[in-house]
């Protein structure tokens, strides 16, 4: 059974740098054509996709956050990592890990399959 588990601060000064950890089992984060990504549901907000990383350790981030935002692996933890800088309170938020499969329905397509319980964090001094 594929179980994704969010960990990390749930308070964050503004300013400082928002650091999560995604601890996978039951899927290895270096099997073939999944990838991993962290997304965000604001307060009252709809999910805001903020970035990848594949397989192969490519990442790939939203345009919005990519200046702020790191997603890194330590594969001999199986754990994806969220780092996300000079946060401020509007990116208070339930964090979410959730892994992408590819799946084959006359043609392939990608789809969160899995996702983590998420966990609150709130910026604020």
């Known amino acids: 059974q594929v179980q994704l588990q969010e960990s990390g601060p749930g308070l964050v000064k503004p300013s400082q740098t928002l650091s999560l950890t995604c601890t996978v089992s039951?899927?290895?984060?270096?099997?073939?054509?999944?990838?991993w990504s962290w997304i965000r549901q604001p307060p009252g907000k709809g999910l805001e996709w903020m970035g990848v990383i594949v397989y192969d350790g490519s990442a790939y981030y939203s345009p919005s956050l990519r200046s702020r935002t790191s997603i890194s692996r330590d594969t001999s933890k199986n754990q994806i990592s969220l780092q996300l800088s000079s946060v401020t309170p509007e990116d208070t938020a339930v964090y979410y890990c959730a892994r992408e499969g590819r799946y084959y329905s006359g043609s392939y397509y990608y789809t969160h399959d899995y996702w983590g319980q998420g966990t609150q964090v709130t910026v604020s001094s």
């Open positions: 039951g899927s290895s984060i270096t099997t073939s054509y999944y990838a």
